[in-house]
Each structure stands twice: as structure tokens, then as C-alpha cells.
């Protein structure tokens, strides 16, 4: 009897603590309920074509608003932002907002480690994105929602890279957009001038595109100073690979020679939609822009001197929301490629199932260039090449013909004038051209030592300066001075001409 009553009273009490800790721990459950929520929903970024699998997310407790540091311009960032806030991958990852941050692609580096936060990078070309890879700014992209996004994208197009792959097979940047680069005409300014349509980057700098120059002081053609826009310098890469180093370098010269040079590829190309130039460089993108602005606009791709261009996204690792940053990643290379059929865009997708969405079946004429452009005969572009000299060639371009640009049109002037009036031969000219271009010979601020700027010099340099930033200022005024030299030591000898 005794027994019982003892289990009785050990029973009862083993209730009561059991009811205890129930109590004591249903409020924990109950905020743990209130901070995050578990919910399976279908992960697809689009229609049919574009459908990722099914899975399990975890919604953020805390609201996420995404930094992106790009080199967009205001269109892109307004329709991105507009059509990703509305996607069902911004509710799921609690994504409300994204604050874009225009900056210039020499600042990028140093923005990005002062910031500390900047959650993705979009937009710029790809060596500047292979910059931040070679400063060991870039997260890899992994994650299903991610990959499953990165598998729609190809590998390469026309023979340009798409995605930026490490010995592991890791993908660090992939393409959001593609592009060609060329040079966009205006058919009025071409006929008011009796000017001959451009086929080749050399034809820029002609003699025959020099001529308003001479008599009314106008320049006809139109390009960015480099170290202010990316696209235009992948073009001048393109012209010292397409020419090679030294006779690339005479060309540039002449090209800037006859140009108006602006600070951006914007203001480049706006020039040739007002009529105030006959041709400016541009990105495709731009070119079917200026059409759709001036129907006598055309934009030209240079046969065999052009090359496929992936413009990249990627996550950077100073991200504070990887998962979310990935997710936006995944959704612009799905179901966000419809922001590129927008007509104040007018960009070509990187994901050829893009043309399936509804905005993209609007677009044939897109779609055509499309087609062609996959298939064009394009420059064999070595891209490591590009990035081992870039940084001293868009400074070398800077100090010799932007910062002395009344001096070297005052020497183009001249010489032309001379040949028109018929006191210079084709061969002299031709002479002189080469003098005026060819890569200078200067004081180097390190050795001291006279060195002439070659292909290895600038790659030499560029591994300097990223050393040592402070040299590029050295560099720059030690070419500034040589080019001044040069451009009036060639006037002296022309004023004794005629």
C-alpha cells in the first residue's frame, strides 16, 4: 500500500514538472514562430523556358535592402529595380529594396573596400569585372537557385566568354547582356559634308573625315575620354589587337585627332544623334538607340574588327546578403532579361530563351540582330591580353591626346591643310601620320632610364600601378611632357613648310 502511494506521488510529480517546462518554453516557441517562417514554394523565374525546381526557402527575418555598385546608366537601374520588386523571388528572399551606385570604373576597387557592403557588381565589361576577380573581390556563384540560372546562360558566344571560370569550375562572373562594338553614322551630317561612310576603325582617322576640321574647325567624329567609360576602352583594346601595338597607337592618335572627345560614352553618342558629328564610336546598344532617336542614324559593325562582348554580374565578397544578392543574380539572368527589351534599353539578352518571353516575341528586330550577331565574323580578341596592359593605356591615352588635345589638333590642322593645298605628297603625309601616333619615348619616373612604350612597357606599368597608385600621376605627366615634345617639334618642321 505503501508502494502505490509512493508511485502515485512520484507520478504526480514528474505531471507537474512536465507542465512547468511547457509553460516556460511555449513563449520561446512562440517568438522563434513570430522571427522566421519555413514555406515550400515553386522557384520559377519565368515561363516554361525558364523554370527552376522546386524548394525550400527560409524568408528573412529582418527586411533586405540590396547594394549594387554598377555602371548602368538611370534606364537599366529604374526598370531593374521597378520589375524586381514586383517578382515573387524578391518576396520570398524579403528583398524591398536596391540602392544603385554609380561609380567610375577607375574607383571601383577602392569603393568597393572603403564601402564594405556593396552587395552585387553589375554592369561595366569584363575587364573590369576580371580586375576585381584578379583583386580577389568576387564570391563565387553557388547555390541551386543560382546555378540552375547559370545553366541557362552559354559558356561563350561568337567566341567570346560568357561567364569568368576558375580551375575548380567555379563561375565568379556571368554575362547579363551582350554586346558588339562599332560606330554609329549620321546619314544627314555624312551628306551635308560630302563625307564617305566609314567600314574599318582606320577609316576614323582619314584625312577625308579631317576635312570640316580644316575649314570650319568641326570635328566628325565622336569618342569618350577611356578612363571614364569602360566600353570605349574595350574598343581602343580592340583597335591596338585588330592593328597591332604600334600602328593601333597611329590610329587611336588619328581617330582622337579628328574627334570631339567627350568625358562619357553617353555625351559620345548623343553628338551623333543631334548632328553635331557624322560618326561616334559606340556599343551596339547604343547604336539602335540613336536609330530609334534619328532614323538617320545607323550603327556599323567594322567586319572582322569587332568582337562579342558578355557585360557580367556577380556577387562580391562584401556582401552582407549572399543568399538574397545570388537570388537577384539568378532572377536578372531569367526573368529579368525582359528589362533589356524595354525601347529606352534596347540591349541583347544573354539568355537565348529570353526571346520566349512575352516582351521578348515583341522585339523581332532584336531577335534578327541577335541571330547575326552570334554569328559574326569577329576579331580572335585575346582578353588577358587587354586586362595585363589596360590600366597604362587608358592613362597613356588620357595624358597624350586628351589632356593635349588643342595641341594635337592644331598639328592634324595643320598638316592637313598643307596636304589639301597640295604641298605635302600621300607619302608624307603618310610619314608624318606614323611620327604623330607611333608610341613615345619617354623619361621613366622610376629608373630614369629613356624607354619607349611598348606593349611589355605598358604591362610592366600596369603591374606597377596596381602596386603603387601613386606612380600613375608620374607616368601621366612624364608622357604628357614626351607627347608635347613631339607635337611641336612636328609643328616647327610644318611651319617651315608652308
Excluded at 511555449?26 to 517562417?37: F, K, V
Excluded at 551623333?272 to 534619328?294: C, E, K, L, P, S
Excluded at 534599353?345 to 540582330?369: C, H, M, Q, T, Y
Amino acid at each position: 500500500m505503501q508502494g502505490s502511494t509512493r508511485l502515485r506521488l512520484i507520478a504526480g510529480l514528474v505531471v507537474l514538472i512536465v507542465i512547468v517546462l511547457a509553460l516556460l518554453l511555449t513563449p520561446s516557441i512562440l517568438r522563434r514562430g513570430q522571427e522566421t517562417a519555413t514555406i515550400t514554394t515553386p522557384t520559377t523565374t519565368t515561363y516554361e523556358t525558364m523554370r527552376t525546381e522546386t524548394q525550400e526557402t527560409t524568408v528573412p527575418a529582418q527586411p533586405i535592402k540590396l547594394k549594387v555598385i554598377t555602371r548602368h546608366p538611370g534606364e537599366i537601374q529604374v526598370a531593374a529595380r521597378e520589375e524586381f520588386l514586383k517578382s515573387d523571388i524578391a518576396k520570398r528572399f524579403n528583398i524591398v529594396d536596391i540602392e544603385f551606385y554609380s561609380v567610375d570604373p577607375i574607383a571601383w576597387i577602392s569603393a568597393i573596400k572603403r564601402r564594405g557592403d556593396f552587395d552585387v557588381a553589375w554592369g561595366g565589361g569584363p575587364t573590369l569585372f576580371d580586375t576585381l576577380y584578379i583583386n580577389n573581390l568576387l564570391a563565387p556563384l553557388e547555390g541551386k537557385l543560382v546555378s540552375e540560372a547559370l545553366a541557362q546562360i552559354p559558356d561563350s558566344l561568337a567566341g567570346s566568354p560568357m561567364k569568368r571560370i576558375d580551375g575548380d569550375g567555379r563561375v565568379y562572373w556571368v554575362a547579363a547582356s551582350i554586346a558588339s562594338f562599332g560606330f554609329t553614322v549620321n546619314y544627314d551630317v555624312i551628306s551635308k559634308y560630302k563625307l564617305p561612310v566609314p567600314g574599318k576603325w582606320s577609316d576614323l582617322g582619314s584625312p577625308k573625315l579631317g576635312k570640316p576640321l580644316v575649314l570650319e574647325l568641326k570635328p566628325m567624329v565622336s569618342i569618350a575620354d577611356p578612363t571614364r567609360s569602360t566600353s570605349h576602352t574595350r574598343m581602343y583594346e580592340i583597335i591596338l589587337q585588330a592593328y597591332g601595338w604600334e600602328l593601333g597607337w597611329v590610329n587611336l592618335t588619328l581617330m582622337a585627332a579628328n574627334s570631339l572627345i567627350e568625358g562619357g560614352s553617353t555625351e559620345a553618342r548623343d553628338n551623333v544623334i543631334t548632328g553635331r558629328v557624322a560618326v561616334a564610336i559606340t556599343i551596339d546598344f547604343f547604336g539602335y538607340t540613336a536609330m530609334q532617336a534619328n532614323p538617320a542614324t545607323e550603327y556599323i559593325i567594322p567586319e572582322g574588327e569587332t568582337i562579342i562582348n558578355g557585360d557580367p554580374i556577380a556577387l562580391l565578397v562584401t556582401s552582407r546578403n549572399p543568399e538574397a544578392s545570388k537570388a537577384f543574380i539568378a532572377w536578372v539572368l531569367t526573368e529579368g532579361q525582359k528589362i533589356w527589351f524595354r525601347r529606352e534599353i534596347n540591349r541583347l539578352p544573354s539568355n537565348p530563351k529570353a526571346f520566349e518571353l512575352p516582351e521578348g516575341r515583341e522585339r523581332a528586330d532584336l531577335k534578327k540582330v541577335f541571330d547575326n550577331i552570334v554569328n559574326v565574323k569577329g576579331l580572335e580578341f585575346n582578353d588577358e591580353r587587354a586586362i595585363r596592359i589596360e590600366r597604362a593605356m587608358q592613362i597613356y591615352f588620357k595624358a597624350t591626346l586628351v589632356d593635349l588635345d588643342g595641341l594635337l589638333k592644331e598639328v592634324w590642322r595643320k598638316l592637313l591643310s598643307l596636304y589639301f593645298a597640295g604641298k605635302i605628297t600621300d607619302v608624307k603625309l603618310l610619314e608624318y601620320s606614323r611620327r604623330l601616333g607611333q608610341p613615345l619615348q619617354y623619361r621613366d619616373p622610376v629608373t630614369g632610364n629613356i624607354v619607349e612604350f611598348t606593349e611589355s612597357d605598358a604591362e610592366r606599368i600596369t603591374k606597377a600601378i596596381l602596386e603603387n597608385p601613386a606612380l600613375e600621376d608620374q607616368f601621366i605627366r612624364e608622357w604628357r611632357r614626351a607627347a608635347e615634345s613631339r607635337y611641336r617639334s612636328i609643328l616647327g618642321e610644318l611651319a617651315r613648310i608652308g
